[in-house]
């Protein structure tokens, strides 16, 4: 027997409601990209090495741990992106694009690697879509990011989200706080786990970041009581604009991100889970990261973004048991018998080529299944020729809503619904 193969541990395929819900994400990040004034943004799967090493940071867990990292056959080091706003920066500095009106607004959408340990939500490959906005900033084009997918989530049909929010401080303020806070690690090592006991000293920002190191963070120093006045001053102005635009937020004292190029104001995007029971989870997040530039060989450029995880996004809308308009069609045909089915065949042309958006289960014979699943999809009308209605020349027309049910001839159908479908908009 030859082997049958499988995909690749954490690398999944996207199909069925996945890749449809995953089209209706793109849509609306796209629009709302436009309204926004973000242009789309293709990087290379693969960069430099030292574009993420530097870039993200040699002590996170993405370089740690988490890179496809190889040699090309001509001995360069390269690796698979595990995120894009390095690489964005990469290109902003490449292409000299500092040169134009500033800022400059990109968006993506786009898989992304990391050697993860695969498990709920965690993929090896999987998506983000995110905005980033570079050369000019301040707080306020914190706050509209922060609002721009705060309304693609609504829009989505995913409730219930709070946005987590933390300043982490700048090259002067955060120096100050992280003396103070290796300090404490060390008095308190013996409650921290085994990794941060390595990486304490390298990146003791991370250990506030860890999962398993909950006891330390209760008497741990906070960075809102170091920042400097300008922090503070960004901060405040952050946390305004968002009670201005009524967006709903948490002070996270403890929230740093994951990766070293963030400073000033961080947020993550947490979903309340209907469920008690299941824990909320990061949809995504981001923040201010202007040392970037000057990490990848540039200077110091004001810069902000986000990255949101699209299967995440994807879970949440199917929890939430959102209908995709495109689902969702106007009419649907039932019928019973081999003289329907050849009359349901034609009339489902007929109606394509006048506009109606039409479906049909014609593998399926059962009448009963046939309208529940035209209910379930969300039909506003359900044609249905029996038997009796295929010699007759005829069909039944069912009003979803109310359940009434007409009998109307063949002739002059396509007309008769396209006129009920136009009565129903208007009410
Ligand atoms: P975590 O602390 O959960 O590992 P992170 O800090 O690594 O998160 P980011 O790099 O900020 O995550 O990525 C933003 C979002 O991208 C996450 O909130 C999540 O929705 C998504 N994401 C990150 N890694 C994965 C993955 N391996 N599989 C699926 N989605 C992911
Ligand atoms: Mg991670």
């Keep these: 027997m030859p082997k049958k193969f499988q995909s690749l541990s954490g690398m999944h395929d996207v199909f069925g409601y996945q890749f449809d819900y995953f089209e209706r994400v793109r849509e609306v990040v796209l629009k709302n990209a436009k309204i926004y004034g973000f242009h789309g943004f293709e990087m290379p799967i693969a960069e430099n090495k030292e574009v993420f090493t530097r870039g993200v940071g040699k002590h996170t867990d993405i370089v740690e741990k988490e890179m496809y990292s190889f040699k090309t056959k001509g001995g360069d080091d390269i690796s698979l992106r595990p995120e894009g706003t390095a690489p964005i920066m990469r290109a902003y500095i490449e292409h000299g694009l500092y040169t134009r009106p500033q800022p400059v607004k990109f968006f993506y959408f786009a898989p992304f690697f990391r050697y993860e340990r695969p498990q709920a939500g965690r993929y090896r490959q999987f998506w983000q879509f995110g905005f980033e906005s570079i050369g000019k900033g301040g707080p306020v084009v914190d706050a509209q990011i922060i609002v ?219 009448l009963k299944s046939q309208i529940s699943r035209a209910d379930k999809m969300g039909a506003f009308l359900t044609i249905i020729i029996g038997k009796e209605e295929a010699v007759e020349d005829r069909m039944i027309l069912r009003d979803m809503d109310s359940g009434e049910q007409e009998k109307i001839k063949t002739s002059g159908a396509v007309k008769e619904i396209k006129e009920r479908i136009k009565k129903s908009k208007k009410k």
């Design 148 to 366: 721009l997918v705060y309304n693609i989530l609504k829009e989505l049909g995913v409730c219930d989200v709070v946005v987590e929010i933390n300043n982490m401080g700048d090259d002067v303020c955060r120096g100050e706080f992280k003396k103070v806070l290796k300090k404490y690690l060390k008095k308190n090592s013996s409650f921290l786990c085994e990794d941060c006991k390595k990486r304490k000293d390298k990146n003791p920002l991370r250990v506030l970041d860890c999962k398993k190191c909950v006891k330390i963070k209760e008497e741990a120093p906070q960075i809102v009581d170091y920042l400097c006045d300008s922090c503070e001053e960004d901060f405040k102005s952050v946390l305004e604009f968002l009670e201005e635009l009524k967006i709903p937020y948490d002070l996270n004292p403890f929230l740093v991100r994951g990766l070293d190029y963030y400073m000033g104001t961080v947020y993550e995007f947490f979903a309340r889970r209907k469920d008690e029971e299941s824990p909320s989870f990061a949809l995504g997040g981001g923040g201010r990261y202007d040392g970037l530039a000057e990490l990848l060989g540039d200077e110091v450029r004001p810069a902000t973004g986000v990255a949101m995880g699209v299967e995440r996004v994807v879970e949440l809308m199917r929890e939430n048991k959102v209908i995709l308009e495109s689902e969702k069609p106007q009419v649907f045909i039932a019928q019973l018998g081999e003289l329907a089915k050849k009359k349901a065949l034609v009339l489902f042309e007929e109606l394509k080529k006048s506009g109606i958006s039409v479906s049909e289960s014609f593998g399926q014979d059962s």
